[in-house]
């Protein structure tokens, strides 16, 4: 079945870099995109950005431009999302999620990884 | 970028009654590009409706999707006990950024 499995949870003191991974498998990994959602404690959800598996095309929030980079290895069908300069405000649950696009554009996410937490504490 | 104001923030019903959540863009949704995710506690989304009102695969009828332009609703016709969640809506296609709602919980009254 389709399924993507997320690296474990990372502890890391600001100013550090956090890489997650997100291993797909049960379909073709370069016909579908990754997107990247994240959800601080409490919080609702909040949209990362996005890689498309079948070209690297990449679409990050304004927010996070500068910060984070998406890549994918086609070889491993693994998605990696990358943070920098990390603040205690990045605390929160990462998830990457499967993306349907159609030109170019991606429309919804219909499969989710179970999360990786990354706490930002000194 | 289009902000999604979800109501009310917390709905609190019985188990059979109907549940009733709204979605309002702050500009207009194009084509119908609007989702519907439900997300439990300590658990990932899950989708439900896409293109507005196209249930996702293996999603029970009881859950259906409306509306177009500006509004959206999310309808349950008969809660279950596993419907008592948070449910967000997103849009997609009018920017190149992807937004969510706030969220509404739906919790047992």
């Known amino acids: 079945q389709v399924q993507l499995v997320q690296s474990g949870a990372e502890v890391k003191k600001p100013g550090a870099s956090v890489k997650v991974s997100c291993k797909a498998s049960g379909y073709t990994f370069t016909s579908y995109g990754i997107s990247w959602v994240r959800q601080a404690p409490g919080q609702g959800l909040e949209w990362m950005g996005w890689i498309s598996a079948y070209n690297g095309n990449t679409n990050y929030a304004q927010k996070l431009q500068g910060r984070v980079t998406m890549t994918t290895d086609t070889s491993t069908s693994t998605a990696y999302m990358e943070l920098r300069s990390l603040r205690s405000d990045d605390t929160a649950v990462y998830y990457c999620?499967?993306?349907?696009?159609?030109?170019?554009?991606?429309?919804?996410?219909?499969?989710w990884g179970k999360g990786t937490t990354v706490t930002v504490s000194s | 970028e289009i902000v999604l104001t979800q109501s009310p923030g917390t709905l609190s019903l019985s188990p059979g009654e109907r549940a009733t959540l709204s979605c309002r863009a702050s500009?207009?949704?194009?084509?119908?590009?609007l989702a519907w995710y439900q997300q439990k506690p300590g658990q990932a989304p899950r989708l439900l409706i896409y293109?507005?009102?196209s249930r996702a695969t293996g999603i029970p009828d009881r859950f259906s999707g409306s509306g177009s332009g500006t509004d959206f609703t999310l309808t349950i016709s008969r809660l279950e006990p596993e419907d008592f969640a948070v449910y967000y809506c997103?849009?997609?296609?009018?920017?190149?950024?992807?937004?969510f709602g706030g969220g509404t919980k739906v919790e047992i009254k």
């Open positions: 293109g507005a009102s």
């Open positions: 997103q849009q997609y296609g009018s920017s190149p950024e992807l937004t």
């Open positions: 500009q207009s949704v194009s084509s119908s590009y």
């Open positions: 999620a499967r993306g349907i696009a159609a030109a170019g554009i991606l429309k919804y996410m219909d499969v």
